[in-house]
Each structure stands twice: as C-alpha cells, then as structure tokens.
T-cell receptor, first 116, second 112 residues
Framework: GAVVSQHPSWVICKSGTSVKIECRSL??????MFWYRQFPKQSLMLMAT?????????EQGVEKDKFLINHASLTLSTLTVTSAHPEDSSFYIC????????????FGPGTRLLVL | GDSVTQMEGPVTLSEEAFLTINCTYT??????LFWYVQYPGEGLQLLLK?????DKGSNKGFEATYRKETTSFHLEKGSVQVSDSAVYFC???????????FGTGTQLKVEL
C-alpha cells in the first residue's frame, strides 16, 4: 500500500516551453502533497506544500509564478514548470501524506527534467 | 530551528560488513524520526521510523534506535549486501504541517 506515482519519469524540453508533472496517490487519499527538487548528489529541497482544494504554500525563494501547483483532487497534484530554462533542469520528487494528522510521507519515483 | 546532521559519505564497505550511519538531531520536543533510502535514479522510500524515545525501528535487516539522551538515531545493519548500495537520508518533521527536514544524505557503496 501507500504507492505514489509520477508522470512522466523523464522529460526533455526546449527552453521557453512549459512542462507539467503529475503526482498521484494510487491506493490512498492524500490530503497533503509535497514537491521537492533535488540537485545531483544533494539532499531534497522542499519547494511547496500542496493541500487539496486550496492554494499551495511555497517555501521562501521559490517562485510561485514559475512553479504552478494544483492539487485538484485527493489523489492528484500537478507541478507545472512555466517557461522552463536550463537552470530548471533537475530531479523533481513529490510525496504524499495519507489522511489528516499523519506524518509519514510516501514518495514518488521522481521526474527528471532536462531543459535544452 | 530543528535540524538533522548525518555523517558524510561516501561509505564504502565489503559485502557482509557491519554498517553504521550516524544521525544526530536538534529539535524542540521529541519528534518522530525517519530513515529514507534512495536507490540510483529513483525517489525516496521509507526505510524505517521511530515515534518516541527508546523505540527501535527496523526493516530489511536495518535498525535504528531513538536515543533522546544522545539525540541520535543511528542506522545499523549487521551484514550489508551489494543491493543495499544507495543514499540514506535521516529526517524529522519540522515547522508544523508535517514538513520534513532531511539530512544531507550518506551514500553507501557495497562491493563484493
């Protein structure tokens, strides 16, 4: 149980285009999802917290107009990287918490984005 | 603020060697503590957790004991395998809202 999927797993795009990444909880309802960014050989950097039906809460220094997050249902959150540039190339990972009052995060397999 | 400090890697061991990866924390109160593992090219998987002092989390031969007197949560395994090669992250919930603060990660490489 507690499986989280991400799609796509790999994406290559041209500079200036927008890319949407989906995060789904497959066998549970996720009231809260998180989006992280990871640079090579580094730890995870939390970008934003996404709660179903409300606006995402962004961490300091993360551009909300650049990284659009939508948590439209209890099983789906999307991250859209708008007008992507090479510096946005990274490994993006989502996680989800099952139900309210829980603290264990279940992570997706990650999406590797390469912007040319 | 709350933080986690992990031993620096990479750690290289021979198969069947004993593993210890140190993790110490600074926190207000007694939060739950987690170890996550990241295999090459993948997301993180929850390895084990402990929710209160003196609890021992265990999974797949890995163990970690929540020690409040030393504010530590060291990860141990008695006999590592090549398949254990991965990056291991210690983490604790912080800032309310179930955010996680991660350590820097420790890369483990197990050789035959």
């Amino acid at each position: 149980g507690a499986v989280v999927s991400q799609h796509p797993s790999w994406v290559i795009c041209k500079s200036g285009t927008s890319v949407k990444i989906e995060c789904r909880s497959l066998d549970f309802q996720a009231t809260t999802m998180f989006w992280y960014r990871q640079f090579p050989k580094q730890s995870l950097m939390l970008m934003a917290t996404s709660n179903e039906g409300s606006k995402a809460t962004y961490e300091q220094g993360v551009e909300k107009d650049k990284f659009l997050i939508n948590h439209a249902s209890l099983t789906l959150s999307t991250l859209t990287v708008t007008s992507a540039h090479p510096e946005d190339s990274s490994f993006y990972i989502c996680s989800a918490i099952e139900g309210r009052g829980r603290e264990t995060q279940y992570f997706g397999p990650g999406t590797r984005l390469l912007v040319l | 603020g709350d933080s986690v400090t992990q031993m620096e890697g990479p750690v290289t061991l021979s198969e069947e060697a004993f593993l210890t990866i140190n993790c110490t924390y600074t926190a207000t109160g007694y939060p739950s503590l987690f170890w996550y593992v990241q295999y090459p090219g993948e997301g993180l998987q929850l390895l084990l957790k402990a929710t209160k002092a003196d609890d021992k989390g265990s999974n797949k031969g890995f163990e970690a004991t929540y020690r409040k007197e030393t504010t530590s949560f060291h990860l141990e395994k008695g006999s590592v395998q090549v398949s254990d090669s991965a990056v291991y992250f210690c983490a604790l919930p912080t800032g309310g809202g179930n955010k996680l603060t991660f350590g820097t990660g420790t890369q483990l490489k197990v050789e035959l």
